[in-house]
């Protein structure tokens, strides 16, 4: 199940309770297999990171 172990989060706000204000949720970071712009193969962390705000 994705998310189980903290690799993603999920944040929830109440509008009527909250009018302004904003929430940054930062997931656990893994390691990903990418290709550099030289076209070489390597590994390196990514981490998911979300920005919500309420006006």
């Keep these: 199940m994705e998310g189980a ?3 993603s989060t999920i944040s929830v706000y ?9 929430i940054m ?6 390691p990903t297999s990418i ?5 070489y193969f390597s590994v390196k962390s990514q981490m998911l990171v979300s920005f919500s705000c309420l006006k």
């Design 5 to 7: 172990c903290g690799e």
């Design 14 to 22: 109440s509008p009527m309770y909250i009018t302004q204000g904003a």
């Design 25 to 30: 949720a930062v997931g656990a970071s893994k």
């Design 35 to 39: 290709v550099d712009k030289d076209g």
